[in-house]
């Protein structure tokens, strides 16, 4: 057999072809043969024409077995091929596409050089495997580092709203503290953290994800890569007012102790709640501040060395000044700012082109400038301009008047009609009576 008159179909196209064949002989509506395939009835038609001119070969695409039009030129890959051989031989494909990119000026998606590499080298082209992890030894002293995070869970299991667990745990005791909030965001960590440094002491560092509450993802701005400093969240700035070592986990294994706390709390805690019926908030803040102890005395341990590495809060620091959200705004020049899609208007005459807005955790503002609070009152109704009313479009066109045929303008002519309708009646009438008198 001739191999032009093989034919190689997918099993999707052998079925169409027989569904299409059923149609052309009347077998099955189009529309039957449309809903089957998944195609419209345009489509149907189509293939239809293409069997009945073509044969089977109609229900390929005539694009198959075709060089792509976006097909790249074999000249650029082989002068791809030819510098990754030379300059990127242990290069990764997205790493060698980059620099590419980058120093010879050449663009090539990364899994296109892939694909290109596996066919140039005959061989497929490894992934990673499960990366190798070794157990961190944990640290010597308490208070030296302290991991945080926070669990999105059912944790009054559908009695009330759905909580996040800020929690934290020391390295090198396993001591818990925790706090039940609505979100995860920058004043439930701030809130938190300020409870915590309360009940003992500010801590060394602490290890966190990288949440956006925690690590900010935005690009710096020009006068930060001017002073080469990198951009902070709320609570990084907060943490570096206070002295505390912010460090960053590059994966969840990373922090793997606070990870194994939630689980225990959402088993242990979850069930502890369950059997007294708490349905609020509320109840479950007071219930966790009698169970953390109860817990820390059962799962926490002694340090490797003695000593307390928290400090104590300083005397005279406004807690409530550093752990808030900071915002500068532009004061305009009638002594107002825009914040939050509200309008406030400054009381206090300054000289200067930005203010400071602080909002607290306790839920207020304030507004500053060089530390000190500003008098200010929101506007609670800004004056819209009112809009001119629009001009009414004139028609353009012209109402003709028609006069009636009563008009004296067409007296003479109305008068002509009349005396011609009559003469024509009492014509008719004279042959009527002449007719009947024959």
């Given at each position: 057999m001739d191999s032009k008159d093989i034919i190689r179909m997918t099993q999707e196209e052998l079925r169409r072809v027989s569904i299409v064949h059923q149609a052309i002989g009347r077998l099955i509506l189009q529309k039957k043969a449309a809903e089957v395939i998944g195609i419209s009835d345009r489509q149907v038609r189509r293939l239809i024409k293409g069997v009945r001119e073509e044969g089977d070969r109609g229900i390929i695409h005539s694009s198959r077995g075709k060089p792509s039009n976006r097909r790249i030129d074999d000249k650029l890959r082989d002068e791809v091929i030819e510098l990754y051989n030379k300059r990127y031989w242990d290069f990764g494909p997205t790493l060698a596409s980059e620099k590419l990119h980058e120093l010879d000026k050449i663009e090539v998606h990364h899994e296109t050089l892939r694909l290109w590499l596996i066919g140039d080298r005959k061989q497929e082209w490894q992934r990673k495997g499960r990366k190798h992890r070794q157990w961190r030894e944990r640290k010597e002293y308490f208070g030296e580092m302290v991991q945080m995070d926070g669990s999105h869970h059912d944790w009054l299991e559908g009695r009330g709203p759905e909580l996040v667990f800020m929690g934290y745990v020391d390295d090198a005791t396993n001591t818990v503290f925790a706090r039940l909030y609505y979100y995860e965001g920058t004043i439930p960590a701030m809130d938190s953290f300020m409870r915590y440094i309360k009940e003992y002491g500010i801590p060394q560092s602490i290890y966190l994800d990288r949440h956006t509450t925690y690590k900010s993802t935005r690009e710096p701005t020009i006068e930060e890569q001017l002073r080469?400093?990198?951009?902070?969240?709320?609570?990084?700035?907060?943490?570096?007012?206070?002295?505390?070592?912010?460090?960053?986990?590059?994966?969840?294994?990373?922090?793997?102790?606070?990870?194994?706390?939630?689980?225990?709390?959402?088993?242990?805690?979850?069930?502890?709640?369950?059997?007294?019926?708490?349905?609020?908030?509320?109840?479950?803040?007071?219930?966790?501040?009698?169970?953390?102890?109860?817990?820390?005395?059962?799962?926490?341990?002694?340090?490797?060395?003695?000593?307390?590495?928290?400090?104590?809060?300083?005397?005279?620091?406004?807690?409530?000044?550093?752990?808030?959200?900071?915002?500068?705004?532009?004061?305009?020049?009638?002594?107002?700012?825009?914040?939050?899609?509200?309008?406030?208007?400054?009381?206090?005459?300054?000289?200067?082109?930005?203010?400071?807005?602080?909002?607290?955790?306790?839920?207020?503002?304030?507004?500053?400038?060089?530390?000190?609070?500003?008098?200010?009152?929101?506007?609670?109704?800004?004056?819209?301009?009112?809009?001119?009313?629009?001009?009414?479009?004139?028609?353009?066109?012209?109402?003709?008047?028609?006069?009636?045929?009563?008009?004296?303008?067409?007296?003479?002519?109305?008068?002509?009609?009349?005396?011609?309708?009559?003469?024509?009646?009492?014509k008719e009438n004279e042959e009527t009576i002449g007719g009947d008198k024959i």
């Amino acid at each position: 057999m001739d191999s032009k008159d093989i034919i190689r179909m997918t099993q999707e196209e052998l079925r169409r072809v027989s569904i299409v064949h059923q149609a052309i002989g009347r077998l099955i509506l189009q529309k039957k043969a449309a809903e089957v395939i998944g195609i419209s009835d345009r489509q149907v038609r189509r293939l239809i024409k293409g069997v009945r001119e073509e044969g089977d070969r109609g229900i390929i695409h005539s694009s198959r077995g075709k060089p792509s039009n976006r097909r790249i030129d074999d000249k650029l890959r082989d002068e791809v091929i030819e510098l990754y051989n030379k300059r990127y031989w242990d290069f990764g494909p997205t790493l060698a596409s980059e620099k590419l990119h980058e120093l010879d000026k050449i663009e090539v998606h990364h899994e296109t050089l892939r694909l290109w590499l596996i066919g140039d080298r005959k061989q497929e082209w490894q992934r990673k495997g499960r990366k190798h992890r070794q157990w961190r030894e944990r640290k010597e002293y308490f208070g030296e580092m302290v991991q945080m995070d926070g669990s999105h869970h059912d944790w009054l299991e559908g009695r009330g709203p759905e909580l996040v667990f800020m929690g934290y745990v020391d390295d090198a005791t396993n001591t818990v503290f925790a706090r039940l909030y609505y979100y995860e965001g920058t004043i439930p960590a701030m809130d938190s953290f300020m409870r915590y440094i309360k009940e003992y002491g500010i801590p060394q560092s602490i290890y966190l994800d990288r949440h956006t509450t925690y690590k900010s993802t935005r690009e710096p701005t020009i006068e930060e890569q001017l002073r080469n400093e990198k951009p902070m969240s709320q609570f990084e700035r907060a943490m570096e007012e206070l002295g505390v070592n912010v460090l960053h986990a590059n994966s969840p294994q990373a922090k793997g102790r606070i990870e194994r706390v939630f689980g225990t709390f959402q088993d242990r805690f979850v069930k502890e709640m369950r059997l007294r019926d708490i349905k609020t908030i509320k109840e479950a803040d007071r219930f966790l501040n009698r169970y953390l102890p109860v817990y820390n005395k059962r799962f926490s341990f002694s340090p490797a060395k003695e000593g307390d590495l928290h400090r104590a809060i300083p005397e005279g620091l406004d807690l409530d000044k550093i752990l808030c959200i900071r915002t500068k705004r532009a004061l305009r020049n009638d002594f107002t700012i825009a914040h939050n899609k509200r309008l406030y208007q400054i009381l206090e005459h300054i000289n200067t082109k930005k203010v400071v807005v602080e909002e607290r955790i306790n839920g207020s503002m304030l507004i500053t400038h060089n530390g000190k609070s500003l008098k200010y009152k929101e506007i609670a109704r800004r004056l819209i301009r009112p809009k001119e009313p629009q001009k009414q479009c004139v028609s353009t066109t012209r109402n003709v008047y028609k006069p009636p045929m009563e008009h004296p303008w067409k007296r003479p002519m109305y008068e002509r009609m009349l005396a011609s309708k009559q003469a024509h009646l009492q014509k008719e009438n004279e042959e009527t009576i002449g007719g009947d008198k024959i």
